[in-house]
Structures are given as C-alpha cells and as structure tokens.
Antibody, heavy 121, light 107 residues
Framework: QVQLVESGGGVVQPGRSLRLSCAAS????????MHWVRQAPGKGLEWVAVTIYDGSKEYYADSVRGRFTISRDNSKNTMDLQMNSLRVEDTAVYYC??????????????WGQGILVTVSS | DIQMTQSPSTLSASVGDRVTITCRAS??????LAWYQQKPGKAPKLLIH???SLESGVPSRFSGSGSGTLFTLTISSLQPDDFATYYC?????????FGGGTRVDIK
C-alpha cells in the first residue's frame, strides 16, 4: 500500500541543523510532487516546501526560505528536508506528504505519520 | 500571499446534527480548494479536493461547495467518528495555504 515514513527528528539547539528524510513506497514516486507540512504543538497546519516530480523545481514558505532545503532522490524513492539555522519557532511535528499530481499546486492525498522536531536550548 | 479564514474555530454539535464549516479566501482561488480531517495525534486525511470531489472511501454525508472566495464543508448527519478538526487548504498557488482549522466537538 502507499506509505510514507519520516525519520531524522529529535531535539536540537537553536542555530543548529537537522536533516529529515521521507521514505516512500507503494507508488511511482517519480511521478508526484512531494511536500513537507508542519504542525507546531497545539496549532494548525503550515505548508513548508514542495519538490516537483523530477526535482527540477522547489518552492518554500516565507518562514523557512533561505534556511531549509528540500530535495529528492527518485532512484531511492526518498525525499529530504535539510533544516539549517533552526529557531525555537521551528518546533513542530513535520509531515511528509504526497501531492495528487506531478506539479506543486495539488492537494495532499497521502501523509506520513509525522516526526517531532524540538528546537530548544 | 493568499489568506484562508475558517469559521467557526470551534463547533459543538450532537450526533445527527447537520454541520457546516466555512472557509474564505482572501482572493479568488477558483475551485482549487481541499478539505482535510485530522484526529488527535494523527496525520490529516484528505476528504475533498477541487471544492466538491469526494475522495474514495469518504462517506457521502460529507460534501463541499463554493467557488472563488467562499467555500463550505457540510456534514449532513454528524456521526461519532466525525468529531475531529477540519482544515481547508487552497492550492491555487505553489504555497498551499491552510485555514486555521475548525474543531468539531461533542455538545
């Protein structure tokens, strides 16, 4: 079945870096846009970034642009989120999610279980 | 950037009630709107895309309508499994903006 599994979360100090990974299975990964969405504790959903089907374009939320980098490896069916210069306000559960189409502007029909990133001194 | 405003933020209802949640976009998004359901500690679940297209397996008591800037999610007869938080999301642009959420709880 279609599945997304995140890894790499944990506790990190402000200003440090962390890399999240998402492993996909059960679908043709290279045909779909892939996203990261986060949810701060007790708050709503915030879209973070997208990489389109072939990895040739990526887009970011204003809140993370210049600090986070999204990437994908279609040969390994994986997607990463490199998070640099982390801030306390980046503390959240991070979800990997699959778009229903190949491009960026699509609803998200499959989500991972989420992984917690805590930025704290 | 497009802003998405949901109302109400909290809704108390009983099993069997008809429930309507509203989502307003700060500018026209045509029909490019989705609705998600999220239960505590779980990932969101896509219910509806393109304003009114129900995802496979989603009960027919859920329906969506609207266009442009005003959209609604209706649950025709609330069931125990429907108590959750609901989010709208626009996908007219590359940045998928979510509404603030509507928590539906038991009256």
């Amino acid at each position: 079945q279609v599945q997304l599994v995140e890894s790499g979360g944990g506790v990190v100090q402000p200003g440090r870096s962390l890399r999240l990974s998402c492993a996909a299975s059960g679908f043709t990964f290279s045909r779909y846009g892939m996203h990261w969405v986060r949810q701060a504790p007790g708050k709503g959903l915030e879209w973070v970034a997208v990489t389109i089907y072939d990895g040739s374009k990526e887009y970011y939320a204003d809140s993370v642009r210049g600090r986070f980098t999204i990437s994908r490896d279609n040969s390994k069916n994986t997607m990463d989120l490199q998070m640099n210069s982390l801030r306390v306000e980046d503390t959240a559960v991070y979800y990997c999610a699959k778009g229903i189409g190949y491009n960026y502007g699509n609803p998200l029909d499959t989500w991972g279980q989420g992984i917690l990133v805590t930025v704290s001194s | 950037d497009i802003q998405m405003t949901q109302s109400p933020s909290t809704l108390s209802a009983s099993v069997g009630d008809r429930v309507t949640i509203t989502c307003r976009a700060s500018e026209s998004i045509s029909v490019w709107l989705a609705w998600y359901q999220q239960k505590p500690g779980k990932a969101p679940k896509l219910l509806i895309h393109e304003t009114s297209s129900l995802e496979s397996g989603v009960p027919s008591r859920f329906s969506g309508s609207g266009s442009g800037t005003l959209f609604t999610l209706t649950i025709s007869s609330l069931q125990p499994d429907d108590f959750a938080t609901y989010y709208c999301q626009e996908y007219n642009t590359y940045s998928l903006t979510f509404g603030g959420g509507t928590r539906v709880d038991i009256k």
